[in-house]
């Protein structure tokens, strides 16, 4: 049974689909995320450094009583146009904290200033800005994101394998969108219950960052990409949310591949239902099982 908690918060989430749907820009996508964020806070027993990448801006969430160095490199998610450190940073740190690791939030570049591949050359450049310059072991990073988060850091699991970096131990996909052809069919069935995403949104946010590109370039919608070789995955997304199939179709090829895969569709959750974790249990259940995923790996 869904909350109360989440109840609320999709009656509001289409509220705001509903404006956005009507004046359908960037700006509206922005200011749209900066609104749902503006009530979040780190959480406590959560410490935060402000820093800059070779010129990105960045955030470590670090845990005081954690002396080991780990790190899950986090990419926002936001459709390649919006969201970043403020939008993200309460999400990442109830990671962070479920999760006993260190938490790195990057805000890459985004469309339409910085189309494809800009954001996969930021994440490239913090994973490597972890291995070489903060000394943490492959073995010790999880790469993590949402939505096109998610599906940047396939992309990035995939460019790293083929430019022979080693890969980290393992990543972490919440709601991922793999696919910027979005020839999922839940893109179109799910469109009138999913309170968050549409179609019309989509297209929209994929034509604004691949810009010149193929949008079955492998490195763009990493559904289309090789995934041989790559380290353990977990996959959450909601079975009320139009990117259900670039999830489950991702898992699929993952397994395929030989990849180790672990799926979870949570039955009735939104698009990126974690990132309510303040209003509704059902996100911190979710948060939960991602920190007990990732502790596995980060011992």
Not at 6 to 35: D, H
Not at 71 to 84: D, E, N, S
Request: proline share 6%.
């Amino acid at each position: 049974m869904v909350s109360q908690g989440m109840k609320n918060i999709i009656e509001q989430l289409r509220a705001f689909q509903a404006q956005a749907s009507a004046e359908p820009s960037v700006e509206a996508i922005r200011e749209g995320l900066e609104t749902l964020a503006a009530m979040s806070r780190i959480p406590k027993g959560v410490k935060r450094k402000k820093l800059e990448i070779e010129g990105m801006k960045a955030l470590w969430l670090t845990l005081p009583d954690i002396a080991k160095k780990n790190a899950i490199l986090y990419l926002h998610g936001g459709g390649y146009v919006a969201g970043g450190i403020g939008t993200h940073r309460e999400l990442v740190g109830r990671i962070a904290l479920a999760s006993k690791a260190h938490a790195l939030l990057i805000d890459y570049r985004l469309a339409p200033e910085h189309p494809f591949p800009a954001a996969l050359e930021d994440a490239m450049t913090a994973y490597r800005w972890l291995v070489s310059k903060e000394g943490i072991s492959p073995k010790n990073i999880v790469i993590a994101g949402d939505s096109a988060g998610g599906g940047l850091t396939l992309a990035t699991l995939i460019k790293l394998r083929d430019e022979g970096d080693p890969l980290p131990v393992a990543a972490v996909f919440l709601s991922p969108w793999t696919d910027l052809a979005n020839t999922g069919e839940t893109v179109k069935t799910k469109a009138e219950i999913d309170p968050f995403v549409s179609p019309e949104g989509l297209e929209m946010m994929a034509e604004i960052y691949l810009g010149d590109a193929d949008a079955r370039n492998p490195l763009a919608s990493p559904l289309y990409g090789n995934l041989q070789g790559l380290p353990p995955l977990l996959i959450q997304v909601g079975s009320a949310e139009c990117l259900l199939d670039d999830a489950v179709r991702c898992a699929e090829r993952a397994k395929s591949a030989g990849v180790d895969v672990t799926l979870e569709v949570w039955d009735d959750m939104i698009h990126v239902f974690q990132a309510f974790a303040n209003m509704a249990p059902e996100g911190q259940k979710g948060i939960e099982k991602i920190g007990e995923f990732i502790q596995k790996f980060l011992k």
